[in-house]
């Protein structure tokens, strides 16, 4: 059977839309109708008027298209895709946190759960989290969770001291700085590109630091011809397609048994799964309706400011 086929024949039949994540394998990236960041895929879940919206990508990103679509079916290919990240952060101990630190304005990134969103003020991610943190006046005091990476990197650049949760992703934690080096000896000419939820040592020897579609757009409009990419290795699948003529090695990890820097979360989406998922329009998202209209305020407020500034 051709999967890609008989994916493309459900999508149409039952007026699906597909959002896939850049992380995830590239066959699915190819089948599905937008690819992109955090951002991008939380705006396209917003504005789509599909009757379906398969979310190839981690349990997070299904839910955040299910707040802004309640009405909608969100389908995810396997529910056993989670994240690290929203691991990271237990609701209750979130919670007290939120008590000792009365005053703050709290930000989350939208890799949490919908109970972590539904007590937050505004959500982020990390195409927007400087700006975000900058349309608030100086002197506010702030809350930034989960990813302590992130938010020491938003801290440096805004000249700000917000006080942060001690959370991480597996993925962006792990990379090795060592293994960093030695590839940079092999490939002198090479640029580093780095995401900020890596550690600080790694963001140190960065020639460019940004999102994963900022990377992406660096490395095509960039005159460099060789990138080192130090972020989850499924955006090098996009980094080849939009610039065919450049080379892109994935950073190593610090991690032994792993060579590679991949997302076992978002690589426990197969094209198999997406063809089950959408002919039996399972397994579906469900958030608790009061549950999820609280989570939707901090991710509108995120998507307005976003929209009024032009990200
Ligand atoms: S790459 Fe990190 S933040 Fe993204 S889904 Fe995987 S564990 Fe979560």
Redesign the pocket.
């Known amino acids: 059977m051709d999967l890609v086929k008989e994916i493309e024949k459900l999508k149409k039949d039952k007026k699906a839309i597909i959002l896939a994540h850049y992380?995830v394998r590239p066959e699915l990236q190819d089948v599905a109708d937008y690819v992109g960041d955090s951002l991008g895929l939380s705006q396209k879940a917003a504005e789509t008027d599909a009757e379906i919206i398969v979310f190839v990508?981690?349990n997070f990103m299904a839910e955040t298209a299910k707040i802004l679509s309640p009405g909608k079916k969100v389908l995810l290919p396997d529910l056993e895709a989670g994240?690290?990240?929203?691991d990271s952060i237990p609701a209750a101990d979130f919670s007290e946190f939120i008590r000792q630190h009365p005053d703050h304005i709290v930000i989350t990134y939208v890799?949490t759960t919908a109970e972590i969103k539904s007590m937050s003020d505004i959500c982020c991610t990390s195409s927007n989290a400087k700006q975000i943190v900058e349309s608030l006046p100086k002197d506010q005091k702030i809350i930034f969770a989960p990813d302590k990476n992130l938010g020491n990197y938003i801290n440096s650049v805004t000249d700000r001291d917000m006080v942060l949760w001690d959370g991480q992703?597996?993925?962006?934690h792990e990379f090795s700085i060592e293994g960093i080096l030695a590839l940079k000896s092999k490939h002198p000419g090479a640029k580093v590109i780095a995401h900020p939820?890596c550690q600080k040592p790694i963001l140190l020897v960065a020639d460019h630091i940004g999102s994963t579609s900022e990377l992406l757009t660096y490395s095509h409009n960039d005159a460099c011809k060789e990138f080192i990419v130090v972020t989850?290795s499924g955006i090098l699948h996009k980094m080849k397609q939009k610039s065919p003529d450049k080379s892109f090695y994935p950073a190593p990890s610090d991690d032994p048994n792993c060579v590679c820097a991949d997302?076992n979360?978002?690589k426990l989406n197969t094209l198999e799964k997406l063809y089950q998922c959408l002919k039996n329009e399972s397994p579906e998202i469900s958030i608790d309706p009061e549950m999820g209209k609280k989570a939707l305020i901090p991710i509108r407020r995120m998507l307005e400011i976003s929209e009024k500034l032009g990200i």
């Open positions: 992380y990508g981690v994240c690290s990240l929203a890799n992703c597996h993925v962006h939820e989850e997302c979360f978002m």
